[in-house]
């Protein structure tokens, strides 16, 4: 990721404890700059391969779009790299089931119009928060539970449903793993060598949830706390609704970072 932004944040969090107020207003910021940078990529590697020498060995791609983006294809690549990691650093790692259900098509492969390395980022990185909880809350046993993935094409939506057997997390801390400056990990060495860790910075799910976003899908945690958890990936089925979804910047816009301060009785949830 973007090296100087990630080293400010680990900066920032080492240094003092920081406000609330403070974090969120870092979150909004630090969405809209990703979103905004992700975009930016788009632009430049669309133009780069569709007006550049370069040869593509994806000739029914447009630029980085894939138009028949095979969704199984890319959950088995993303689970087959978070199991490599997983392994390095455990020795063990959970398998995966796959389920897709395509009732609107049937007996066709699950296709949509997508950006695969988007899709495979979010996926990778579900699949490694899945991982770490599976392999940490069994790691007295010798077997651990398999983690399941559901893929269903509806009308309207793709959904991928990842659940996991990894104890869960509490209701009211389930936001915190959507913040940058929150990992529940040690931070990790930059060893700068390419090597990746498997998780430490806190980044992996903000960016994966900015990922979905762009296209105006979505990532949404759902938990049972003392069981395990499962993430929904959200996308677009129809292309035509799939447009990109970038911040605005205007005079309002500044107004994104008022706190939103909301009554203190009973009808709200507290965290
Ligand atoms: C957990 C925490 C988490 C985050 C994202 C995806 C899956 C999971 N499982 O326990």
Known sequence: MNFFVLQGVIELKESHPIDEDVKSKINIFLDRFYTNRIGIRVLINQHILLYGSQLTNHPHHVGCIDPNCDVVEVVKDAFEKAKFLCEQYYLISPDVDIITHNPYEMNRPINIVYVPSHLYHILFEVLKNAMRAVVET????TEVPKIKVLICKGQKDLTIKVSDQGGGVPYNKVHKLFEYMYSTAPTPNWKGDG???????????????????YFKGDLVLSSVEGYGTDAFVYLKVLSNEANECIPVYNKTSSKMYDTHISASDWTQTKR
């Open 138 to 141: 069994h790691s007295k046993e």
């Open 195 to 213: 090597t990746a860790p498997l998780a430490g910075y806190g980044y992996g799910l903000p960016l994966s949830r900015i990922y979905a976003r």
